[in-house]
């Protein structure tokens, strides 16, 4: 099968295109043929190796997983032994590590049926971003209808779904982003948006009962400045500073600084599985999420994607097409 490998760290330059054996099959998973993937900040560190910690866990010197990717859609081309949900035919998304391939083994606790009404592209931008989204705002940020919810870092691709998942919510909704992506985020259904090259939240005297903060680009004084006094700051991203630790320095020093203040603080890694994704689906049915996708790219063309989403600037999803 055509696949996107690399066998060593480094910049994108180490993804090739290449043909590898298909992946075999174990008995609770479901062999898909990917019609559609989408890459995530997780795909530019497992590729350049870094933070160096991390390599702990994904490979020392050499990375244990050689095809980027874990966004898929597409359609189910062999089941196993023991799978129940899923038969040949079905049309699926979800999560499956290796996506950036013609096809994928994933668990079938990690795939769901694909909205009927989202293309392939659509279903592919979803999984990751969403659920991380979803997961912050309901389970860790606690959002409830008529709060306000601050999303710094709108634009990006957990950014704009926490937009509009808080909106489905029925919270008012305040999105930090660029002047270049201020339309965008009007146009997904923020209330209000703040363009932080000419404007400073902080400062606006408005306070928030929940903030997904995507970046990290704020002292901690200023998060809790900007928090209501039981507010929660719902850690998500942060800057790629720190080649050997990377964010666990800033994450620490959070953790620790909120446990002497009234406000509250939540990190956490989102959990892949089918029941997120059921409950996403409900969101992407009903048209009350629509993924935003800036651009799209074949197949051999992932070395561009990956670069140009290291540069962090990437609106919503990069999209593969199969």
Sequence with gaps: MRAIVYRKYGTPDVLSFQDVAPPVVGDYEVLVRVHAASLNPLDWHFT???????RLMVGLRTPKRNIPGVDLAGTVESVGSNVARFKPGDEVFGFGVGSCAEFVAAREDRIAHKPADLSFEQAAAAPVAAVTALQGLRDHGKVEA???VLINGAAGGVGTFAVQIAKALR??????????NVNTIRSIGADHVVDYTKDDFVESGQRYDVMIDNVGNRSLSDCRKMLA???ICVVIGGPKEGRVLGPIPRLVRTLVYFKFVSQKVASYIAKASSEELLHLREFLES????????????????????RYLGTGHARGKLVINL
């Design 229 to 231: 006094r039981d507010g």
């Design 171 to 180: 919270a008012e909704v305040t999105g930090v982003c660029s002047t270049h």
């Design 146 to 148: 008529g709060q306000k």
């Design 48 to 54: 350049t190796g870094t933070p160096y910690l991390m």
């Design 287 to 306: 048209g009350q999420v629509v993924p935003v996708i800036e651009r799209t790219y074949n197949l051999n063309d992932v070395p561009e994607a990956m």
